[in-house]
């Protein structure tokens, strides 16, 4: 598992190209038969994914050392989104099928999670984010049909797109953590513009189903000191509560937002205006 510490602020104005993609970049998050994780320091978030090609995976029991527990969930909630193929995932001997666009959340307390494709010849890929959790809730699977979605933006502006809200408290509960999947439209290129932050919650970009040769220029930092990172396909941007989160791409995308932090309010952000931005 790679660990990330905390950026500061005032450290991040002093990055150069290589600094910033190492700090906030997650990349190779789709290994074969293997599960990848990332670890950031920044509210505790844990980035992964898990590509069962030829066999079932799961966590490595040498985690435990890592995280300082006896299992992966035993402090710990967990939310993924497949990806890929059809994927079947047993939590404790029950079994959940997810098919592409599908989600689980798996509460704290969950001892063995199994990962494997229900055909290995389109394996399945699953992405989630983990947060510590204070107590357990039940294990959930959401359909897209089931997610709360929202349309925003509009065409003229190039950042028509539809929010489906899975691991949030109107549908799932959780103890911190939220996720959801934005689609862009096409023609549509830019998301999260106007952009906002929230001191309160990290929140983590993955982006997807994009072509080989597109590439989203990712927005991070205050909004009175903006960087950017070339993002590319299955590539995840962890962003701190004290910098913004947007990005335009080469053509439209989707994204899988995750947040953690303080609470689960999706409007609770500091709405920034296009000329506080530098």
């Known amino acids: 598992m790679e660990i990330r510490q905390s950026v500061h602020s005032a450290h991040f104005k002093g990055l150069d190209t290589a600094e910033t993609r190492r700090e906030f970049l997650v990349q ?7 599960i990848a ?16 090609a030829r066999r079932p995976v799961a966590f490595d029991a040498s985690l435990a050392k890592q995280i300082g527990a006896a299992y992966f969930l035993a402090r710990r909630e967990l939310g993924m989104i497949n990806i890929g193929g059809p994927a079947q995932v047993q939590v404790d001997g029950e079994r959940f099928d997810l098919a592409t666009r599908e989600a689980l959340y798996v509460g704290a307390g969950a ?17 989630f984010n983990s947060a510590p959790a204070h107590r357990a809730y039940p294990h959930r699977k959401i359909t897209l049909e089931q997610a709360a979605p929202i349309t925003l933006g509009q065409a ?3 950042n028509r797109r539809t929010i489906y809200k899975f691991i949030v408290p109107e549908v799932v509960t959780s103890c911190q953590l939220t996720m959801g999947m934005t689609v862009l439209e096409e023609g549509s290129v830019w998301n999260t513009m106007p952009c906002h932050t929230h001191q309160r919650r990290t929140e983590v970009y993955f982006y997807f189903e994009m072509a080989p040769d597109a590439v989203v220029f990712h927005l991070l930092g205050k909004p009175d000191e903006t960087r950017h990172v070339v993002v590319r396909n299955e590539q995840a941007v962890i962003a701190p509560s004290w910098s913004i989160h947007s990005g335009v791409g080469s053509q439209n995308y989707t994204f899988i937002w995750g947040m953690v932090g303080e609470n689960q309010t999706f409007d609770d952000m500091d709405q920034v205006a296009m000329a506080e931005l530098y």
Not at 28 to 34: A, G, H, I, T
Not at 40 to 52: F, K, L, N, V
């Open 28 to 34: 190779d998050l789709f290994k074969p038969d293997q």
């Open 37 to 52: 994780l990332t670890y950031s320091h920044t509210d505790r978030i844990i980035i992964g994914g898990a590509i069962p």
């Open 156 to 158: 003229k502006t190039s």
């Open 111 to 127: 001892r063995d999670i199994v990962f494997d494709s229900v055909d290995t010849t389109v394996p399945a890929k699953l992405y």
